[in-house]
């Protein structure tokens, strides 16, 4: 694919579209990751600068993420759609908002942050799916806005509702909470007690059509320093029953299914994130 005629846009191209205007923006990670599968990186590399020029896509570089690679050192790139996407969306009765402006003011440190979480749950949601090692997959993803709760002040990155593939309404809730830093003693107290209550309460049944037989909390970090802080403030504080479970975010990028996730207050073994919750009862005997 090379990078200087006009491009015909295929079907690789609109998947990508549909995607981005999904999400809003995302970075060279997660197109990576998720689009023209079976390409090489050299070819998608020409393929976005190709689609660049002609106004379908907008490549906004900015600062260098902590554990960004030195590979990457000419600068974190932020993609949104350009003009010739959103109206080629449009003919296709597909609507996509313009983040153009957006892309050059917003804080990177947010974009950054807003596209790890959209990369988390594509990931978990693509993975589980399409395994047959899990009996789960996923049928719903909750945005940040569509999982806030007025009531508890309670706001996820998203939530995650994992159906099981052998009957037909039980399901988990996985509330998603991306650890930018490391995270204060109040910030978190205020965190647990939010799901706690909402929980309690359950003012998240009212939302889907699914029966929830359960609702976890994962926590995500950018490193695995974060993850050992984390892990050893979670372990001090009231979880209120609580099934929480750390990772991050390099694990569950790279095994998803695998026992990657740590109840904080059970640091070995390591879990599978919807395998059975461990009894904590007995950790104390």
């Known amino acids: 694919m090379g990078n200087k005629n006009y ?8 998947d990508l579209f549909v995607r981005i205007a999904k999400h809003g923006f995302v970075d060279m990670d997660y197109i990576y990751r998720f689009a023209y599968r079976g390409r090489k990186k050299r070819t998608k590399d020409e393929r976005l600068l190709q689609l660049e020029r002609y106004k379908y896509l907008l490549i906004n570089r ?3 993420p902590p554990d960004y690679t030195v590979n990457y050192r000419i600068g974190y790139k932020i993609i949104a759609l350009g003009k010739a996407a959103i109206e080629l969306l449009a003919d296709y009765d597909m609507q996509a908002a313009d983040h153009a402006a957006g892309i050059k003011i917003s804080s990177p440190y947010r974009m950054y942050h807003q596209v790890q979480v959209s990369t988390i749950c594509d990931i978990l949601q693509q993975k589980y799916n399409e395994s047959d ?5 996923v049928v719903q993803i909750l945005n940040e806005k569509e999982a806030y709760i007025d009531d508890t002040g309670n706001q996820p990155d998203a939530a995650l509702i994992f159906k099981s593939k052998q009957s037909q309404g039980n399901a988990i809730m996985v509330f998603l909470e991306i650890e930018r830093s490391y995270a204060s003693n109040a910030s978190l107290i205020r965190k647990l007690n939010g799901y706690a209550l909402s929980i309690s309460k359950k003012l998240y049944t009212g939302r889907i059509s699914y029966n929830l037989v359960e609702q976890r909390v994962l926590f995500v970090t ?3 320093l974060q993850q050992e802080a984390l892990l050893c403030k979670l372990k001090k504080l009231d979880a209120h029953g609580l099934h929480l479970y750390v990772s991050s975010f390099q694990e569950v990028a790279k095994t998803p299914l695998d026992q990657v996730y740590t109840v904080p207050y059970v640091l070995e073994p390591k879990f599978r994130l919807l395998s059975k919750y461990p009894d904590l009862s007995l950790e104390n005997v």
């Open 62 to 64: 900015t600062f260098i």
């Open 222 to 224: 950018q490193t695995k």
């Open 133 to 137: 090692r899990s009996n789960w997959e």
């Open 7 to 14: 491009p015909v846009i295929n079907a690789d191209d609109l």
